[in-house]
């Protein structure tokens, strides 16, 4: 409410390819879904292939982002194939398990940020609405970023290490909204606009 009642949108977060303990419906998630760490505490990499496990949970998930009156929805953890998940997860396995998420938050009036999937920009354009990213400087991606922006759709980041003269002029070249934030996502930002 404070966010819209500032003329802005609100964007619910969602980890849709983690399962996370501390979550309220971390029990609904069986054993044999949950492969390695992903590297954060009491965190780990799902199965994102068993979707029929997965489908009920997720969808109660956006049902509570839309109920609660977000405008959009940000999956993260969607990127598992290129990880050491413990499972043997395809880049077609993820596009699917994407491309389900996304026309999902669609059906419950969510528009959906697609997050960090870079290597399948391509394929999952059509399913979203924008593009979130992290550290596409740091790590020389932002070029694959580039078919949203001229899908006249937004791209949104963070860089963590990099300094603002590092990654906010070739960031506003390319029609990207970017900010420097530390680890911990405090309020704490520097604005590349």
Not at 106 to 129: I, T
Request: charged share 30%; with cysteine; aromatic share 12%.
């Amino acid at each position: 409410t404070k966010i819209h009642d500032q003329g802005a949108a609100a964007v619910c977060y969602v980890s849709a390819g983690s399962w996370e303990d501390w979550r309220p419906d971390a029990d609904a998630f069986p054993d044999d879904v949950l492969g390695r760490t992903n590297g954060w505490p009491g965190e780990r990499w799902l199965d994102i292939r068993e979707l029929h496990v997965l489908r009920p949970i997720m969808e109660a998930r956006m049902d509570l982002c839309a109920d609660k009156g977000f405008d959009g929805i940000e999956f993260d953890n969607v990127d598992g194939f290129q990880n050491r998940t413990g499972f043997d997860l395809t880049a077609h396995d993820q596009a699917r398990y994407d491309s389900w998420l996304a026309n999902a938050a669609h059906e419950r009036g969510l528009s959906v940020a697609l997050k960090n999937d870079v290597g399948q920009v391509k394929k999952l354009l059509p399913y979203f609405d924008f593009a979130l990213n992290e550290q596409c400087f740091q790590y020389d991606e932002c070029d694959r970023l580039l078919p949203f922006v001229d899908a006249g759709k937004a791209v949104f980041g963070v860089e963590y290490r990099l300094e603002t003269d590092e990654f906010c002029p070739q960031a506003n070249a390319m029609n990207f909204n970017f900010l420097k934030k530390k680890w911990a996502l405090r309020v704490w930002r520097i604005p590349c606009r």
